[in-house]
């Protein structure tokens, strides 16, 4: 068949894309964004534990083993001589077939992975960074580290726009997580963080981040906070894969405490710092 692409007329066998994809069609499917340091995964398990906790809560079968997957991350890796700073990206979808809603029979699932260099971001692990907040209009499943990424976009453009690194999200002034990033607050010592429910993703490095505390005696509370209680807060930060532990020193046009990474974040970040070594 002869294929509309952007304003011309193709044969569908001189696409460069599988045009009936249900990633593309549907977004139907989940990712994972993995830390490579000096050439090694960094929380593999975690990452590798999460992906199959997303597609079985999304119904996609797959023929692979936990293991299996994992091997094939390791060969990724080998083959592209990877020994610096970077990441991979994998996606997984259901798979291509006629566009249909239903689920097709008997398609095998989609499976992409590619390494980046990813150079640390040291001047604002240093610095720290800009913040909007945002309302969270996401659906109720952001556990599930879907390919549907259109209100994350939105919210991190926003972000962008008004010379932010990041959108805080909130439900009702309840502050959920980041639009790729999870946010947590520091008040008198003790850390919190919206709890690992459906409607977060539970991040690798939150795990991390959980641990750090406990080993450091820092009281890590499970508890959200609001978009009104950022005034008061002594320090704030966000953690994702590739933001690491990043200071947050302006929420809006809110100042966070004297407007430099606080202690306890700076704590955190030495810890991380051992962690991937
Ligand atoms: N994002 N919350 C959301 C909505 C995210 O998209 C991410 C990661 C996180 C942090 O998860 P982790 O600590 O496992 O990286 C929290 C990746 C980096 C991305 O979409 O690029």
Not at 192 to 204: D, M, Q, R, S, V
Not at 205 to 220: A, G, T, W, Y
Not at 263 to 275: A, F, G, N, P, S
Request: net charge negative; hydrophobic share 35%.
């Amino acid at each position: 068949p002869i294929i509309m692409t952007q304003t011309k007329f193709t044969h569908q066998d001189d696409l460069k894309y599988p045009y009936e994809e249900r990633a593309l069609q549907f977004g139907d499917g989940v990712y994972e964004v993995i830390r490579i340091y000096n050439g090694t995964y960094y929380l593999l398990d975690e990452h590798v534990d999460r992906l199959f906790r997303s597609t079985e809560a999304i119904k996609i079968n797959l023929s692979l083993t936990k293991g299996e997957m994992k091997n094939l991350l390791l060969e990724l890796l080998e083959r592209n001589n990877m020994e610096t700073d970077g990441k991979v990206y994998l996606q997984i979808s259901r798979g291509s077939a006629p566009r249909d809603h239903v689920f097709p029979i008997d398609v095998p699932a989609n499976i992409y992975a590619y390494v980046q260099d990813l150079p640390r971001n040291l001047v604002n692990l240093e610095n720290g960074v800009g913040t909007i907040t945002q309302r969270d209009i996401r659906w109720e499943n952001c556990y599930i580290k879907s390919l549907n990424l259109l209100p994350n976009v939105l919210a991190k453009q926003e972000a962008k726009e008004n010379g932010c690194y990041e959108a805080i999200l909130h439900k009702d002034g309840l502050v959920t997580e980041c639009s790729s990033s999870n946010v947590y607050m520091v008040r008198e010592g003790k850390i919190y963080t919206h709890p690992a429910t459906n409607n977060i993703l539970h991040g690798c490095v939150r795990m991390r981040v959980e641990k750090f505390s406990h080993d450091l005696n820092l009281p890590f509370i499970e508890e959200g906070f609001f978009v009104e209680d950022i005034s008061m807060a002594d320090e704030l930060f966000l953690s994702s894969s590739t933001s690491e532990i990043m200071p947050i020193i302006k929420v809006d046009n809110i100042q966070i405490g004297d407007g430099k990474p606080g202690k306890i974040t700076r704590l955190l970040q030495e810890t991380y710092e051992k962690d991937i070594k």
